[in-house]
């Protein structure tokens, strides 16, 4: 494996680890983790279709009905026909859904900065920092927002 490789390497299986413990910190609110990044999607997109939400998260629409369903029924997105195309359905988030996500990312945040601060030096936690925004950049690679 080359050095390019092993670098690569060590970055993904070191962020799948935060990720791993951010999954361990959330508070139980009875979702699944793909309604709650449905529900996540939601929140960033604001009024969308469910096709668009499908092609935001690479999956096929059919598969987010039951999801939908079920944040709809507990009243954390809603749901109306679209008035320029009555075939179309817009889904939007609620205010209880913006609560329940604020919350979950509430905790998350807290167990992170926590954890940050007790088993990061200054320096460290400083250089976490920098490389947040590079972090995104190459989140946002897929996206096509890469600049």
Request: aromatic fraction near 2%; avoid cysteine; glycine fraction near 6%.
């Amino acid at each position: 494996m080359g050095i390019e490789a092993s670098a690569a390497t060590e970055l993904r299986e070191s962020m799948m680890a935060v990720t791993r413990q951010l999954r361990r910190h959330r508070p139980d609110n009875g979702l699944t983790l793909s309604q709650m990044q449905l529900l996540g999607e939601v929140s960033r997109t604001g009024v969308t279709t469910p096709a668009e939400l499908g092609v935001r998260m690479g999956v096929k629409v059919q598969s987010l009905t039951d999801s939908l369903n079920e944040l709809e029924s507990r009243a954390l997105i809603a749901r109306r026909p679209d008035a320029a195309d009555r075939r179309r359905q817009l889904v939007e988030i609620t205010p209880d859904g913006s609560v329940l996500l604020d919350t979950d990312r509430a905790e998350r945040d807290a167990w992170l900065h926590t954890t940050m601060r007790e088993r990061l030096s200054t320096l460290e936690f400083d250089l976490l920092m920098l490389v947040a925004p590079i972090l995104r950049k190459l989140a946002d690679a897929e996206a096509g927002t890469l600049t």
